[in-house]
Nanobody, 119 residues
Framework: QVQVAESGGGLVQAGGSLRLSCAAS????????MGWFRQAPGKEREFVAR????????YVTDSVKGRFTISRDNAKKTLYLQMNSLKPEDTAVYYC????????????WGQGTQVTVSS
């Protein structure tokens, strides 16, 4: 099992940037495909991005393509999400989790990190 803890959220103006981190515990982090998910107020949690176990293959959903980049450092057991050109519609609580190829979360949820983008 992988336990996760997200950090790096905050309040930023539209057009700004943030880098989220997801620190994982457990010896199997490097074996898993990982992903980022988000939940906006009043909406269901949605898939944002995923990355293969070794970082070679990444995918981001269309709504963040060209703005968000997912990466990982297996030696540090940490997953990242670099978010540029942020928009108010990116406002949400962001979570990391194990991810399936079709964007489903496969593990336990952490507490998430709040990202608020002001217009």
């Amino acid at each position: 099992q992988v336990q996760v803890a997200e950090s790096g959220g905050g309040l930023v103006q539209a057009g700004g940037s943030l880098r989220l981190s997801c620190a994982a515990s457990g010896s199997t982090f490097s074996s898993y495909r990982m992903g980022w998910f988000r939940q906006a107020p009043g909406k269901e949690r949605e898939f944002v991005a995923r990355i293969s176990w070794n970082g070679d293959i990444t995918y981001v959903t269309d709504s963040v393509k060209g703005r968000f980049t997912i990466s990982r450092d297996n030696a540090k057991k940490t997953l990242y999400l670099q978010m540029n050109s942020l928009k108010p519609e990116d406002t949400a609580v962001y979570y990391c989790n194990r991810a399936s190829l079709d964007g489903r979360a496969l593990g336990s949820w952490g507490q998430g990190t709040q990202v608020t983008v002001s217009s």
